[in-house]
């Protein structure tokens, strides 16, 4: 690989990106934007016997005329000044995603949607190690795609949860079977526009052609809307209709039907370890991708009956005097904050708030019906969300200053039969530095009560 990189970010993203172009030859230059960071603790991320030359703060013209092409890590916005000035430039600007699938081998099966990518990646990365001998699971879920592209084979199986941040700067990027598993409204402060948002989603298909696949939600209406224009061959799942060709739900039956199967009875949904119906749609997405992947039912069947939830997605934490306490901290906007209240079979008390990402709340109000007793808030949504459950008759609100409090508090409301659960319709940025955090100091205050 005889050009010269740009890699913009020193994060894990950009670390990853960094020792894959090395090992291939690259010329390789990084930015780091901060120039309140300290040069050695920055050098300090990489490995010592990486070669590349370190820009902190500003980058000069002078050194962005050698450049062929620029790296940016998934945080950084395509519309911020810098990627709008190598644009200007004509260099083209690449993301983790497409750098590490140029350099990867093997098929790749890749997961986006608003909700539920994380499990659905995991679960379908379970099945697909049931079967093959060389599976990969990378991407969003917090595996850098770029970290293992370099060991991947021709033989190889990746299994990639996309976001859309990642979607942003794909170019050649094609997965053999793709997957839109819903698209709601979220990171409008980034994308603007839910115009935007779709479309942006839209493009893990954008390179598949008709002996490809892609897996669709039949309940999502914008993926109705964009299906007329995606080339692959489109494969629905349902939760709520029956299909002629796809999976669905029928009487608490997942089934399967396609050309070449028939229709297959793949599980119960009694048999599943996951909760609530959006878990179900994510079953059905990872089935019908390990299906068109070509392994065998009884694998398949095998692999999702056994599948635990995925941590800080309605994970059950402990039971505490006859209250079950569930971890959701991966409940980053209130359509997943609704997905988990849908979840829970017991009256519940609801932990919400966090940073606000312009969310309408109002929504995931309505869903509360008559299962949530109580909402306790916290953060600088705290307000926004309280306005919005009073406007909309629901007036058992506590206000809170932690999370430490906000355990204490619901604890002491919550009697025999209910449920507390953390799902906070919002990112924790500004209180914690991810969804992981938060929910590791949540389980660590409900395992001290």
């Known amino acids: 690989?005889?050009?010269?990189?740009?890699?913009?970010?020193?994060?894990?993203?950009?670390?990853?990106?960094?020792?894959?172009?090395?090992?291939?030859?690259?010329?390789?230059?990084?930015?780091?934007?901060?120039?309140?960071?300290?040069?050695?603790?920055?050098?300090?991320?990489?490995?010592?016997?990486?070669?590349?030359?370190?820009?902190?703060?500003?980058?000069e013209d002078s050194v962005l005329e050698n450049v062929d092409i620029a790296v940016?890590?998934?945080?950084?916005?395509?519309?911020?000044?810098?990627?709008?000035?190598?644009?200007?430039?004509?260099?083209?600007?690449?993301?983790?995603?497409?750098?590490?699938?140029?350099?990867?081998k093997g098929k790749v099966y890749a997961i986006t949607g608003t909700n539920g990518k994380t499990t659905t990646t995991a679960l379908t990365g379970e099945i697909m190690k049931s079967y093959f001998d060389d599976v990969f699971v990378v991407g969003n879920i917090g595996m850098p795609y770029t970290e293992y592209a370099d060991a991947m084979?021709?033989?190889?199986?990746?299994?990639?949860?996309?976001?859309?941040?990642?979607?942003?700067?794909?170019?050649?990027?094609?997965?053999?079977?793709?997957?839109?598993?819903?698209?709601?409204?979220?990171?409008?402060?980034?994308?603007?526009?839910?115009e935007c948002y779709v479309s942006t989603k839209a493009k893990i298909a954008k390179n598949q052609e008709m002996t490809d696949v892609c897996v669709l939600n039949y309940e999502d209406k914008y993926l109705r809307n964009i299906a007329k224009d995606i080339k692959a061959n489109v494969f629905w799942f349902s939760s709520g209709h029956i299909l002629e060709r796809g999976i669905w739900?029928?009487?608490?039956?997942?089934?399967?039907?396609?050309?070449?199967?028939?229709?297959?009875?793949?599980?119960?949904?009694?048999?599943?370890?996951?909760?609530?119906?959006?878990?179900?749609?994510?079953?059905?997405?990872?089935?019908?991708?390990?299906?068109?992947?070509?392994?065998?039912?009884?694998?398949?069947?095998?692999?999702?009956?056994?599948?635990?939830?995925?941590?800080?997605?309605?994970?059950?934490?402990r039971e505490v005097n006859g209250v079950k306490y569930y971890n959701d901290s991966k409940g980053t906007n209130p359509d997943a904050a609704i997905k988990a209240v849908e979840a829970m079979v017991r009256p519940t008390i609801v932990i919400g708030g966090g940073y606000d990402k312009e969310s309408s709340y109002d929504e995931w109000i309505a869903s509360f019906k008559n299962k949530v007793k109580c909402l306790?808030?916290?953060?600088?949504?705290?307000?926004?969300?309280?306005?919005?459950?009073?406007?909309a008759g629901f007036n058992n609100i506590i206000k809170v200053d932690s999370l430490e409090e906000a355990v204490n508090i619901s604890s002491k409301h919550a009697g025999a039969g209910d449920a507390v659960l953390l799902s906070p319709a919002c990112a924790s940025w500004g209180m914690f530095k991810n969804y992981e955090e938060r929910g590791e100091m949540f389980k660590k205050y409900v395992n001290s009560l």
Not at 42 to 49: G, I, L, N
Not at 89 to 100: C, F, S, T
Not at 163 to 187: C, M, R, W
């Open 249 to 317: 739900m029928e009487d608490e039956e997942i089934i399967y039907s396609d050309i070449d199967t028939g229709r297959i009875n793949i599980c119960n949904i009694h048999d599943l370890k996951l909760l609530g119906k959006h878990n179900y749609e994510n079953v059905m997405a990872a089935v019908a991708i390990a299906m068109h992947a070509g392994v065998p039912v009884d694998y398949i069947r095998k692999s999702v009956k056994e599948f635990n939830a995925v941590e800080h997605r309605i994970e059950f934490v």
């Open 1 to 59: 690989m005889q050009k010269t990189f740009l890699v913009v970010g020193t994060g894990k993203s950009g670390v990853a990106a960094v020792s894959l172009l090395s090992k291939k030859g690259a010329k390789i230059i990084v930015l780091e934007g901060n120039d309140k960071l300290d040069k050695e603790e920055v050098m300090s991320r990489f490995s010592k016997d990486t070669d590349f030359k370190l820009v902190i703060g500003e980058i």
């Open 72 to 104: 940016i890590s998934p945080g950084v916005p395509v519309d911020s000044p810098l990627v709008l000035k190598l644009k200007a430039k004509n260099i083209p600007v690449w993301g983790e995603i497409e750098l590490a699938y140029v350099c990867g």
């Open 153 to 194: 084979k021709d033989s190889s199986v990746t299994v990639a949860e996309i976001s859309s941040f990642q979607l942003e700067t794909i170019y050649t990027f094609k997965p053999k079977v793709s997957a839109i598993l819903n698209i709601t409204p979220d990171h409008l402060n980034r994308h603007h526009t839910m």
């Open 376 to 391: 306790v808030l916290l953060g600088a949504t705290a307000d926004k969300i309280a306005d919005a459950a009073i406007k």
